[in-house]
């Protein structure tokens, strides 16, 4: 079965300081791949997706993500977060087997202005 | 906008209650999905649907049944609930077709505290 890991449980940083978390997954065929983001209180919406193509994706807020098959993973970046930016992130795998997607436990992320 | 909606949004209940969760949908999409998530452990699939008749359990799904009345509405019963089923329940959908292919909304989630 596959697996979606996220290193990083919880993340503090301060406003302007530079993002990246990561996400590994475990299955080797064809993958789409998603950062979903959810703010306190308020349901998961997504941030970006991955499909094909170039694989540095680009997503709102500022975000972005990029696809390294060779490392199976999908790293979430922003160059200068906010304090806006506090929330949970979940990075969600679907293979090519598969119409459900597994997700990671999710990154905490709070942002101190 | 509120393509996915959930009731109730919060509940308190006791140890033994049925209690049913509903969710619908104005996105037309032909997938749902129930989730449950719990501080530190993510996301869990409980049971997912790709058509009416259609239903099927996800990793979690003791405890829990499901019922699926029309394309638009999914709902999640605990036919007797236990503390450890205390958490927050997210309904989902995706498309089966399209720009929203494989791509999940959610609900706004229901709280639900089991005493």
């Known amino acids: 079965a596959q697996s979606v890991s996220q290193h990083n449980h919880h993340v503090i940083l301060s406003e302007a300081a530079s993002l990246e978390l990561g996400c590994n997954y475990s299955?080797?065929?064809?993958?789409?791949l998603f950062w979903y983001v959810q703010y306190p209180g308020q349901h998961l919406q997504l941030l970006l997706k991955y499909f094909s193509g170039d694989p540095l994706v680009k997503g709102i807020k500022g975000f972005e993500a990029e696809f390294i098959k060779s490392k199976f993973s999908f790293n979430l970046r922003k160059p200068s977060v906010q304090w806006s930016d506090t929330a949970e992130y979940f990075c969600?795998?679907?293979?090519?087997?598969?119409?459900?997607?597994?997700f990671g436990r999710g990154t905490s992320l709070i942002v101190h202005p | 906008d509120a393509d996915v909606t959930q009731t109730p949004r919060n509940r308190i209940t006791k140890t033994g209650k049925r209690i049913m969760l509903e969710c619908s949908q104005t996105k037309g999409h032909d997938r749902m999905y129930w989730y449950r998530q719990d501080p530190g452990l993510g996301l869990r699939l409980i049971y997912y649907s790709f058509d009416v008749k259609d239903i099927n359990k996800g990793e979690i799904s003791d405890g829990y049944s499901v019922s699926r009345q029309a394309q638009a509405k999914f709902s999640l019963s605990l036919e007797s609930a236990i503390p450890n089923q205390t958490a927050l329940y997210f309904c989902?959908?995706?498309?089966?077709?399209?720009?929203?292919?494989?791509?999940?909304?959610f609900g706004p989630g229901t709280r639900l505290t089991v005493l």
């Open positions: 989902a959908t995706s498309g089966s077709r399209g720009s929203s292919y494989n791509e999940q909304f």
């Open positions: 299955y080797g065929g064809t993958v789409n």
């Open positions: 969600a795998v679907r293979t090519g087997g598969s119409y459900i997607p597994t």
